[in-house]
């Protein structure tokens, strides 16, 4: 099992330089007690790409932050549900139902800067597939996005 915090500890570690160069505030909120039956590696590259994507699109002097928490379902079930959320450009509405496809980018006049491919977000949503997950997104234009992440906090493996 991965102990989140001290997991996020390191990713934040990680990313604290490129937040570090625009002047944004990076930081985790994450309960001390909490683990999670998971591929660590692949964890590190869904938050990799959410916390590398928040920070490109967001502002000098913005904020970026991650929450985790323990949830139980009603079917008794428990999951672990991750929040990523920033104070960035947002993403217009029309866009996105689209945003988790390959290669498909919000426009590539304000992405062409930051030049990416549109790869991120459907390896992460692929790899949350793996993972017998959900990810969604809300988000204002001007004023922010959220990435909502929920996991099963164990995994049941097929035989
Ligand atoms: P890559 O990740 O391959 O380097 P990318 O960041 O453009 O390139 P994705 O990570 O798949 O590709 O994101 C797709 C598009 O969704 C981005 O081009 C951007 O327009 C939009 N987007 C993703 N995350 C955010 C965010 N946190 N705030 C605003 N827009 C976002
Ligand atoms: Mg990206």
Same mark, same amino acid.
């Given at each position: 099992?991965?102990? +989140?915090?001290?997991?996020?500890?390191? +990713?934040?570690?990680?990313?604290?330089?490129?937040?570090?160069?625009?002047?944004?505030?990076?930081?985790?909120?994450?309960?001390?007690?909490?683990?999670?039956?998971?591929?660590?590696?692949?964890?590190?590259?869904?938050?990799?790409?959410?916390?590398? $994507?928040?920070?490109?699109?967001?502002?000098?002097?913005? $904020?970026?932050?991650?929450?985790?928490? $323990?949830?139980?379902?009603?079917?008794?079930?428990?999951?672990?549900?991750?929040?990523?959320?920033?104070? /960035?450009?947002?993403?217009?509405?029309?866009?996105?139902?689209?945003?988790?496809?390959?290669?498909?980018?919000?426009?590539?006049?304000?992405?062409?800067?930051? /030049?990416?491919?549109?790869?991120?977000?459907? @390896?992460?949503?692929?790899?949350?597939?793996?993972?017998?997950?959900? @990810?969604?997104?809300?988000?204002?234009?001007? @004023?922010?996005?959220?990435?909502?992440?929920?996991?099963?906090?164990?995994?049941?493996?097929?035989?």
């Amino acid at each position: 099992p991965v102990h +989140l915090a001290t997991f996020f500890d390191s +990713l934040l570690e990680t990313m604290s330089k490129v937040a570090e160069k625009k002047s944004i505030s990076l930081s985790a909120e994450v309960p001390e007690e909490l683990f999670i039956e998971a591929d660590e590696d692949k964890l590190r590259q869904i938050f990799l790409n959410l916390l590398s $994507n928040a920070i490109s699109y967001t502002h000098e002097g913005g $904020n970026v932050k991650v929450r985790a928490i $323990n949830r139980q379902k009603k079917d008794g079930t428990e999951t672990v549900v991750f929040t990523v959320t920033d104070t /960035g450009i947002g993403i217009p509405r029309k866009d996105l139902p689209r945003i988790f496809e390959r290669f498909y980018r919000v426009d590539k006049a304000r992405s062409r800067s930051s /030049g990416g491919t549109g790869l991120g977000l459907s @390896i992460v949503k692929h790899l949350m597939d793996l993972h017998h997950g959900a @990810i969604s997104v809300e988000s204002d234009l001007g @004023i922010g996005s959220t990435f909502i992440l929920e996991l099963p906090l164990l995994q049941e493996y097929e035989i």
